[in-house]
């Protein structure tokens, strides 16, 4: 009786053995392949492909063919995990019939241990758009029209402000951070880790209101900061590091405040582009032109035909002999620092539109203002709008040549070459009083 236990048990663990080797076996033999399917779906029906060659090449001089079935599956097994090349012979597809993209031919496909890779040759009409550098470049200058007219509005303000105390303010950038953050809060009431959600108001109403507590702070700022560092005769040296750690302050405030995250104005997102010619633009960015162009011709006139812009030019030119002359200038420096903090402001919320919202979106372009300044001639209005449409306008259009990362190389290049051939600027004078 024990016998047969035994010989019943010795073989019941000979059995398993048997079957276990052949599960590794067939597990081992598996191994790795690459395979895919041809097909398009047309009216709700799947349409294959018979006959079409898929070569696979790999390390090692590694190279196999496979043809698609009724099915349109084709597959490949592999020597082992490898990066191979997979390319289709688009010349055994039917008639009618092409990749969405030609440059999609040949794929590398990583493979892992025992994996059986998928790929996949998209069928169907190309939705590739080949344009001509004519086109492209009309696209390219409409584009960079409307991010020089945003630098423009930032840029008017730092100029006057520079005009006028003779103040290179680094924290200008915050400004515009401001009046981005402070329209989609107000717009949208939601403020992390300060106030509970209130509803948000329209787009328009939030922006108004955002630009008047823009002007505020630009008075605010004046009043409670620069205004005291002048009375006690601060140096021009130490108000410039002391507009640089404000700017530093100001810009991890915001990044604790709102966080790292960017954010689109919820009223107008994904709206789709309006065609003039082989331009193509967003409603939103034409009429945020149209805003730009009204408000920065309003400044100009402001600053010709009004008595605080005569002011203002007569304090940019000579403060003391402005006040000689009984103007106070004091409060032209006032009202420029609340003009300055709006213009700013209205940059950020255009620019907020064109690219979304972020806690340092203002530090990102201020050295691109401070090109648009020095460019058209520090402490001219008329210069720094100049400046600022050939910086935006370069910057664009320079992409056509060379990559978009050195973009903004290139502005600063041109910046180099305009004050080497002319140091005061654009619309600069060659000699400044003040």
């Known amino acids: 009786m024990r016998r047969r236990v035994a010989f019943f048990m010795a073989a019941l663990v000979s059995a398993l053995v048997v079957v276990l080797g052949m599960g590794a076996g067939a597990a081992q033999a598996d191994g790795e392949s690459i395979f895919g399917f041809l097909f398009q779906t047309k009216k709700g029906e799947r349409v294959a492909y018979e006959g079409v060659a898929i070569t696979v090449k790999g390390p090692s001089g590694f190279s196999d063919k496979a043809t698609s079935d009724k099915t349109g599956r084709w597959t490949v097994d592999v020597p082992g995990p490898a990066t191979y090349t997979v390319s ?40 590739r758009v080949i344009e001509s550098k004519w086109s492209q470049a009309a696209q390219l200058i409409a584009e960079g029209f409307r991010f020089g007219l945003i630098l423009a509005l930032a840029a008017v303000g730092l100029s006057l402000i520079f005009g006028t105390t003779g103040l290179t303010n680094f924290a200008h950038g915050e400004l515009v951070t401001i009046g981005a953050l402070l329209t989609w809060w107000i717009s949208t009431g ?16 939030a922006a108004a209101l955002a630009l008047v507590i823009c002007g505020l702070i630009g008075w605010a700022n004046d009043a409670w900061l620069w205004a005291p560092l002048r009375r006690r005769g601060t140096g021009l040296i130490a108000a410039m590091i002391v507009s640089i750690g404000l700017g530093i302050f100001l810009r991890y405030f915001f990044l604790n405040l709102f966080t790292g995250n960017t ?3 919820p009223d107008y997102q994904g709206a789709k582009g309006i065609d ?20 920065l011709i309003a400044t100009i006139l402001a600053l010709v035909r009004t008595r605080i812009g005569k002011a203002t030019r007569a304090v940019a030119d000579n403060p003391a002999l402005a006040a000689a002359s009984g103007i ?22 255009l620019l907020g539109l064109a690219q979304g919202i972020t806690f340092k979106m203002g530090f990102q372009i201020l050295l691109l203002i401070f090109a648009a300044v020095t460019l058209g001639g ?20 320079s992409t056509l040549w060379i990559p978009p990362e050195l973009k903004n190389v290139g502005a600063l290049g041109i910046l180099i070459v305009i004050l080497l051939v002319r140091p005061q600027g654009i619309l600069g004078r060659a000699q400044r009083v003040g």
Do not use: C
């Open 378 to 397: 520090l402490g001219t209005a008329y210069g720094a709008l100049v400046g600022s449409l050939v910086v935006g306008m370069f910057i664009s259009v």
């Open 263 to 265: 954010r689109q104005f």
């Open 190 to 205: 939601n403020l992390p880790k300060i106030l509970p959600d209130f509803g948000g108001f329209q787009f328009f109403p």
């Open 328 to 349: 106070d200038v004091d409060r032209v420096i006032r009202v420029v620092w609340v003009a300055g903090a709006f213009l700013a402001g209205l940059a950020g919320v």
């Open 276 to 295: 003039i010619g082989p331009i193509s633009l967003a409603p939103v960015d034409y009429w945020s032109m149209a805003v730009a162009i009204v408000v």
């Open 88 to 127: 289709i012979d688009t010349k055994g597809l039917p008639k009618g019939v092409n990749l969405t993209d030609e440059s999609k031919k040949s794929l590398k496909v990583p493979v892992l241990v025992d994996q059986d890779k998928p790929v996949l040759f998209p069928l169907g009409k190309s939705t």
